[in-house]
C-alpha cells in the first residue's frame, strides 16, 4: 500500500511570482501541519495562485503556481476549481482558507478559518458594496457546509457562524494554535541592567495595531528613557521595510529588525513586555502564544481569538487597541515590577494548555473522522 496523499490549498504561501516568501502566522502554522503530516508517513503537496511555477516547500514537499482570474465577492472561484480538477485523486483535501470551499469541494475534505478577516470598518467598502456582501454571504455559507469538517482556530469564528445559522455548529471543531512549550521557554531570573524591553513581535499592518504601537513607544520612551522597543516582523515589502529601519533610526531606544520564526526565542527571553494590540483579523495569535511559553506578560487587543488565550489581570491585560490604551497599561507594568513577574508566570502556565503535542493529537482526530481510517 503507497503512501496517504494529502493536497492543501492556499491562496500566497509566496507571492504571485513565487519569488518572496509571505511568512506570518497562517504561514507557520502551515509548516507545522505539513510537518505533522509527513511524521505520520503522508505525501504533503501545497497549490496557490501564482504564475505556473513549482518550487520546493520543504525537502519533498513541493507547492505548484496555479494561474488564475480575478476573484470575485472576497472569493477565489477559478483557483477553487483549478484545484478541484488537479487534486482529485487524494486521501484528503485541505482548503487552507475556508473560502477556498467555494464552489466545489473534494468529498473527503477540511476546511481551516484562522480566524474573522471581516470584521474591520473598510471591510464593507472593500468588498464591493452591499451586493457583492450579500453574495459574500452566500458563498461563505456554501464553503462553511461543504467539507467534512470545518478546523476553527478560534471561538470567535464559531460563535459568528453559527448565529447566522445555527444548524452549522457540528460541522467545527475547535482547535486553538499552538506553541512548543519545550522551546519556548522563559530563562531563569538573570537581567544584568534595568531596562524594561519590550517587543512588538508582528507584521507590520494597520490591522495588528503598528501605527498606534509606534506613537506609545514615542510617549513612552519620552518620559522612561530606560525603556526599550523592539519591533520584530516583516512588511508588506522591502520598501516598506526601509521606512520602518528610517523610522526608528530616529531614537536610541528603538529598534527594528526581523527574525524567523524559530529565531524569535532567544528575542522573547530578553523581553519584558509583550504587545500584540490586534484591532482585527486575529486569531488564537502564533506570537501571543510563543511570547506566553517565554514567560511574558502580554497587552493584546480585545478581539478575534485573543480573549481565548488571555484572562485580564490574570496573565495578561486586554485593552481597546488605541495608542492612549497601549500607553496607560504599558505605564502600569513598567512600574509594577511584581505584577509584571506575576502575571508572566500565569502566561507560561497558561501556554502549557495550549502545547504543540496537544494540537497535534486534535488534528490527528479530526482527519480521523474525515477519512474513516486511523492517521
Not at 501541519?33 to 509527513?38: R, S, V
Not at 525537502?59 to 472576497?74: E, L, N, R, Y
Not at 519584558?272 to 490586534?278: A, K, T
Request: aromatic content about 12%; proline content about 5%; charged content about 20%.
Amino acid at each position: 500500500m503507497g503512501k496517504k496523499v494529502v493536497s492543501i490549498l492556499t491562496t500566497s504561501h509566496f507571492d504571485a511570482e513565487g519569488k518572496r516568501c509571505v511568512y506570518g502566522g497562517a504561514e507557520r502554522y502551515g509548516i507545522e501541519l505539513t510537518k505533522m503530516f509527513l511524521e505520520s508517513g503522508w505525501e504533503v503537496n501545497w497549490w496557490q495562485a501564482g504564475l505556473g511555477w513549482s518550487k520546493q516547500l520543504l525537502p519533498g514537499v513541493t507547492i505548484q503556481g496555479i494561474p488564475v482570474k480575478d476573484s470575485f465577492a472576497q472569493t477565489c472561484s477559478s483557483l477553487n476549481q483549478a484545484f478541484y480538477e488537479q487534486a482529485d485523486r487524494v486521501d484528503l483535501a485541505i482548503y487552507f482558507v475556508t473560502f477556498l470551499c467555494y464552489p466545489l469541494t473534494l468529498p473527503k475534505s477540511i476546511a481551516i478559518s484562522h480566524g474573522i478577516f471581516w470584521d474591520y470598518p473598510s471591510w464593507e467598502s472593500r468588498i464591493g458594496g452591499h451586493l457583492q456582501g450579500d453574495e459574500w454571504y452566500h458563498r461563505m455559507e456554501k464553503a462553511l457546509s461543504s467539507p467534512g469538517k470545518v478546523v476553527s482556530v478560534d471561538t470567535a469564528t464559531i460563535n459568528w457562524a453559527t448565529w447566522h445559522w445555527p444548524a452549522m455548529l457540528p460541522r467545527f471543531e475547535y482547535i486553538p494554535n499552538f506553541v512548543d512549550t519545550s522551546y519556548f521557554h522563559p530563562l531563569p531570573e538573570n537581567k544584568k541592567d534595568d531596562k524594561i524591553r519590550i517587543v512588538f513581535p508582528r507584521r507590520l499592518t494597520t490591522v495588528r495595531g503598528i501605527g498606534e504601537a509606534m506613537e506609545a513607544a514615542k510617549i513612552i520612551t519620552e518620559k522612561y528613557t530606560g525603556v526599550e522597543f523592539h519591533f520584530v516582523g516583516r512588511g508588506h515589502d522591502y520598501q516598506h521595510e526601509r521606512q520602518m529601519m528610517r523610522w526608528a533610526a530616529q531614537s536610541n531606544n528603538f529598534f527594528y529588525y526581523w527574525r524567523s520564526p524559530m529565531g524569535m526565542k532567544e528575542i522573547y527571553q530578553h523581553m519584558d513586555i509583550c504587545l500584540i494590540p490586534s484591532k482585527s483579523t486575529e486569531g488564537t495569535s502564533l506570537s501571543c502564544l510563543e511570547a506566553m511559553a517565554c514567560g511574558l506578560p502580554v497587552i493584546a487587543g480585545n478581539i478575534g481569538g485573543l480573549p481565548d488565550l488571555i484572562i485580564h489581570n490574570h496573565n495578561g491585560l486586554l485593552i481597546k487597541p488605541s495608542a492612549e490604551n497601549l500607553v496607560e497599561s504599558i505605564k502600569q507594568l513598567i512600574e509594577n515590577k511584581e505584577e509584571r513577574q506575576q502575571l508572566g508566570e500565569h502566561a507560561r502556565n497558561t501556554a502549557l494548555m495550549f502545547d504543540i503535542s496537544i494540537w497535534k493529537e486534535r488534528w490527528k482526530s479530526v482527519i480521523q473522522s474525515v477519512i474513516g481510517e486511523e492517521v
